[in-house]
């Protein structure tokens, strides 16, 4: 059997007994108000950990370049203007002018 096969299968079941075992759980009980407030910054700090991984990342280290330029001003346009698409053709251009510019 393929491994990807698998590996998709396996988080789906992940997913599914995770979604389940909370009712399950709780039983009908009220959730307290500081739990609710500490899962609601969960959402959030895992899409910073991940596109912080991916505009860090190269290969097996850490490295700065053409693609953490273009994350940053995406970013930037992002915050600034309110919009996705801008955000993402300023990051896509500015990330190939550098990877023009330095020849990578």
Excluded: E, H, Y
């Amino acid at each position: 059997m393929n491994t990807a096969l698998v590996l998709v299968g396996g988080c789906a079941l992940v997913t599914a007994a995770i979604k389940v075992a909370g009712p399950i759980a709780l039983g009908g009980r009220v959730v307290p108000a500081a739990f609710t407030a500490i899962v609601l910054l969960l959402a959030p700090a895992l899409l910073a950990a991940l596109v912080v991984t991916q505009a860090l990342a190269d290969g097996g280290r850490l490295a700065v370049g053409a693609d953490t330029a273009g994350v940053v001003t995406g970013g930037l346009v992002a915050v600034r203007s309110g919009s996705v698409v801008a955000a993402v053709v300023v990051a896509a251009a500015v990330a190939a002018g550098l990877r023009a510019a330095t020849g990578q």
